[in-house]
């Protein structure tokens, strides 16, 4: 174990123990902000004065400001298109103080407000999930990016994988459906909801989506290394329900038979408004552009939330899915390099060269629970579970091209059940200690899972030809599979894996300016092994126990609009022991990658710019890869490593009244150290080194035409290797841009969308190799109901 620095761990527990030695006799601030109606007055801005402190309002209408001094205070409540209001408080040491307010323009007002985007409405960044505690994000040292459903909505996005291009430096990994994305140049899976584990195979629906958080860099620290990738982590944060009754539905069709409907119910179940209930359900078909592929599934989420007191709160929601599709046809044309890329390959990228009969079916069902209560002024608790139990069963063909004239399409059957289970109890403390502000988290998390399978494949089950028409192409048929696999065996497994973790993290205010965080976790890998049920054996049994820490730094040049900031963030892998080519079995250590980072946040002119620079440097150490020596041939060593650096830079900004703009820039070099004499130093498959995304987003406010409005941008992917080799030469995907446009009209009990997907019909190509959807018109109409 090596933490590079043992008074990163003095610092961490020493801060710890003095955090409970005393607290300050600070307060706290929290009130309800309403609408005329009585309803509730999302995101409108509290602040104090002379301090400074600030919040927004929640969804519910409510809102609280910690370790508030006692004192005489302006409670200011502000928000775009309506008249600032305050009220003045008189707060004791040690006594919170309830200032409420109530906002004299009507819902409807408020909605037009918002309709309009008369606000900066992109870059909503403040969130209790990446820190574990509620911070600012001037004073989060780590770079993150938060994905409203507000942008889901401008842009009319239906598909998971579209929600990602929005977010600066990740690029798809896998196409189709398989929520998977390259991140700093590391292959990372959409794995967590609301901070917890959420793995399955399906497609994720956006239905349900609140917002998306893309953490970058090694995330070990507070998330552990089962659910992230050195590169971040994903997570998706889910609507939940609030005191209101309303709801919307919605239609969308479009082209390569695209139907969707949605909708979304919210309404409170009891006069008192304390059990609230709120529904998401969509159902969604759609055809490929190919002569085969297509995807079917149903969704259905509840979600109850249940305000026992003004202490506790209960919440339980669901996902429940079912899908069947064959989105999932690859194509492998690198195997064979008779060409570089796949322009010059002059396929019929058209063709799929499966079968509508060849399918897979995934349902699965995920519970997420969550209890929080406020322990006192100082301290509350949140203790949550997340269970998913899915399955993955059917037929699908992976495809590779043989010289450049035929395709040899590889089958398989699988059958496999997936059950996670995570358990995360956390402690979060706002208190200070002299002049020295610390907000503390500390946390138990378990985690564990089982997978049990049951799958066979055939490589080479027949070839077909590229250029010409061949009877064969037809004959890759379920009864033609079966009775192909009646002569095969199934590999039948089961695996187990456990994780038992405890973590500490303090944000550590130096002065008001100057933030300090230190954080540590100890996490034990108990891996149950891989049972083999035809030979009834089980192999790969081993333990590990490993320690994650984090530091960071941020200082506000001028405070609430410039910071500057540093982080080291660690990250684990956790490795098996080796049965060696002469029998002995060799143990290795967790695989690590180190990352140090710095650059500058802005949020400048009352929010209107918000802004991301940073450069980082990740390095990965004790990879395991084959031995050099000759006389050592096929044994296993651990002396690898990979380096991934980069610049990243992003910019959300709101110039002028309905104008809202979305921009960034991402470039990563990523390399292989001493693993593979013929790749290391060469970029393989990691996405493109150069990735930009845009967004223009344009409603009239104040016109004759109110509530029209119109957005185009895209995305500029440059040149991404699949693979490079100096003995055999390279295979890359070409760059390309791929330009969207949506026309918009909002009403106060209606919205409807027009858009063209890939503006201009370019032909481009994703990983693994296939052609990305061309060119395609929908319809969206929403009818909204309060």
Same mark, same amino acid.
């Given at each position: 174990m090596n933490l590079n620095t043992p008074k990163s761990i003095l610092i961490a527990f020493s801060i710890l123990l003095s955090g409970f030695a005393s607290f300050a006799q600070n307060s706290v601030i929290r009130g309800e902000v309403k609408t005329a109606d009585g309803k509730p007055a999302a995101f409108v801005n509290i602040f104090l004065q002379p301090s400074g402190a600030h919040t927004t309002v929640d969804q519910t209408g409510h809102?609280? %400001?910690? !370790?508030?001094?006692?004192?005489?205070? %302006?409670?200011?409540?502000?928000f775009t298109g309506l008249k600032i209001q305050q009220q003045e408080a008189d707060l004791l040491a040690g006594q919170p103080l309830i200032i409420n307010f109530t906002l004299q323009e009507d819902n409807r007002t408020l909605q037009e407000v918002n309709v309009t985007s008369g606000y900066n409405k992109f870059a909503r960044k403040e969130t209790?999930?990446?820190?574990?505690?509620?911070?600012?994000? @001037?004073?989060?040292?780590?770079?993150?990016h938060v994905v409203p459903k507000e942008l889901l909505q401008d842009q009319v996005i239906i598909s998971y994988n579209d929600v990602l291009k929005n977010v600066t430096g990740v690029s798809q990994a896998l196409v189709n459906g398989s929520n998977s994305f390259n991140l700093r140049g590391f292959f990372t899976t959409s794995y967590l909801?609301?901070?917890?584990?959420?793995?399955?195979? !399906?497609?994720?629906?956006?239905?349900? %989506?609140?917002?998306?958080?893309?953490?970058k860099g090694p995330s070990a620290t507070l998330f552990g290394s089962s659910l992230v990738s050195f590169g971040g982590l994903? !997570?998706?944060?889910?609507?939940?329900?609030?005191?209101?009754?309303?709801?919307?539905?919605?239609?969308t069709t479009g082209g390569f038979g695209l139907n969707r409907v949605s909708a979304d119910f919210n309404t409170p179940l009891n006069k008192e408004k304390g059990l609230l209930l709120r529904t998401n359900v969509a159902y969604h078909d759609e055809r490929s552009y190919q002569d085969a592929g297509f995807t079917k599934r149903f969704f259905f989420a509840p979600s109850l939330l249940y305000k026992v007191n003004d202490r506790l709160t209960v919440l339980l929601d669901a996902e429940i899915y079912t899908q069947k599709a064959n989105d999932f046809n690859r194509m492998f044309p690198e195997a064979s390099?008779?060409?570089?890329?796949?322009?010059? @390959?002059?396929?019929?990228?058209?063709?799929?060269y499966s079968s509508n009969d060849l399918y897979e079916t995934s349902p699965s069902v995920s519970l997420f629970g969550a209890v929080n209560y406020q322990l006192s002024d100082h301290w509350k608790s949140q203790t949550s579970f997340s269970r998913t139990s899915a399955d993955v069963e059917g037929y699908w063909s992976w495809n590779s091209i043989v010289g450049d004239s035929l395709v040899s399409r590889n089958p398989g059957y699988q059958q496999t059940n997936y059950d996670y289970t995570e358990v995360q109890q956390n402690f979060n403390g706002d208190f200070s200690i002299g002049r020295l502000r610390n907000r503390v988290v500390i946390g138990l998390d378990y985690f564990t899972n089982t997978t049990t399978s049951s799958s066979a494949s055939i490589y080479g089950f027949d070839e077909v030809y590229i250029h010409q028409a061949d009877p064969r192409y037809n004959e890759l048929t379920v009864p033609a599979l079966q009775q192909a696999f009646s002569a095969i065996p199934y590999a039948k497994s089961r695996s187990k894996q456990s994780a038992y973790s405890a973590y500490f993290s303090d944000v550590l205010n130096i002065t008001d300016n100057l933030l300090v965080m230190a954080s540590l976790r100890v996490d034990h890998f108990v891996n149950g092994g891989t049972y083999n049920i035809n030979l009834d054996t089980t192999t790969g049994k081993y333990n590990q126990t490993t320690l994650s820490p984090k530091l960071g730094l941020v200082y506000q040049l001028i405070p609430k609009q410039l910071a500057v900031f540093g982080n080291y963030m660690n990250g684990f892998s956790n490795n098996a022991p080796v049965r060696q080519p002469d029998g002995t079995f060799t143990s290795f250590k967790p695989s690590r990658a180190n990352q140090w980072e710095g650059g500058v946040k802005l949020e400048l002119f009352n929010g209107k710019v918000n802004s991301t620079l940073s450069y980082y440097h990740i390095k990965v150490d004790d990879m395991i890869h084959n031995s050099f020596d000759p006389e050592k041939a096929g044994f296993q060593v651990q002396d690898g490593g990979q380096l991934s650096k980069g610049f990243e830079a992003e910019v959300i900004a709101n110039p002028i009244q309905g104008l809202n703009i979305i921009a960034g820039y991402a470039y990563n070099d990523i390399y292989t150290i001493n693993t593979d004499p013929d790749a290391d130093g060469l970029h393989q498959w990691t996405g493109p080194a150069h990735m930009a995304n845009l967004w223009l987003s344009y409603h009239l406010f104040n016109t004759a035409l109110k509530g029209l409005g119109i957005g185009v941008g895209g995305n500029y992917n440059g040149k991404a290797y699949i693979q490079q080799s100096r003995s055999q030469g390279e295979f890359y995907l070409p760059s390309y841009k791929v330009l969207n446009a949506v026309l918009s009209y909002e009403h106060s009990v209606y919205r409807i969308s027009c858009k063209l997907d890939n503006l201009t019909n370019e032909v481009y190509w994703g990983s693994y190799v296939s052609r990305m959807m061309p060119r395609r018109f929908s319809a969206t109409v929403t009818f909204k109901f309060r």
């Open positions: 809102y609280e %400001i910690n !370790n508030v001094k006692p004192g005489k205070h %302006i409670v200011v409540a502000s209790e999930n990446v820190a574990r505690m509620p911070l600012l994000n @001037l004073e989060n040292p780590q770079v993150y909801r609301n901070g917890l584990q959420d793995n399955k195979a !399906n497609s994720i629906e956006v239905t349900n %989506i609140e917002r998306i958080e893309v953490l994903l !997570n998706r944060v889910t609507k939940k329900p609030f005191e209101t009754f309303s709801g919307e539905v919605t239609y390099f008779a060409k570089t890329n796949p322009r010059d @390959l002059n396929f019929d990228w058209l063709r799929s």
